[in-house]
Structures are given as structure tokens and as C-alpha cells.
């Protein structure tokens, strides 16, 4: 059976979400730490807007992976 691709919204969201708990930190720690407002990573992890590159960069560094793993399907 092939597996459905998902959309890139939502394998960001599956990623920061699965990372961030990783971590052990609330999404307002999150955000603290990448100087962004927690109802921003909110928005993220509910697939709800089109998040710009400076912040896909700032969530990558703080979740201690490269900007690209955050949108690969794993």
C-alpha cells in the first residue's frame, strides 16, 4: 500500500511538536527560546499559517537540528 504524502504544513507541525517535546519545553518556552510568541508556535503545530524562513531558521537552531529535517516526513 503506498503511504499518503502529507502536506508540508503538517510534517512541520508533527516535527516541531514531536522535537519540542523532545525537549520537555511548553510551547511558550519554545517560542522564549527562539524569540517568537507562543501563539506563534501554537499556529505552527496547528498547521494554521505559512511560516516565514527566519523563523523556520530560529526553530531549527533551538531545536538542534538543520532547517531542511524540520520538513522531511520521518
Not at 517560542?31 to 526553530?59: C, F, V
Amino acid at each position: 500500500m503506498k503511504k499518503q504524502k502529507l502536506a508540508a504544513r503538517a510534517i512541520l507541525a508533527s516535527n516541531v511538536q514531536a522535537l519540542r517535546g523532545g525537549l520537555g519545553v511548553s510551547q511558550e518556552k519554545l517560542g522564549e527560546m527562539a524569540g517568537l510568541h507562543r501563539t506563534y508556535i501554537s499556529q505552527i503545530e496547528r498547521q494554521r499559517l505559512n511560516i516565514t524562513l527566519d523563523s523556520l531558521e530560529k526553530l531549527a537552531e533551538v531545536l538542534e537540528v538543520r532547517v531542511f529535517e524540520l520538513l522531511v516526513e520521518h
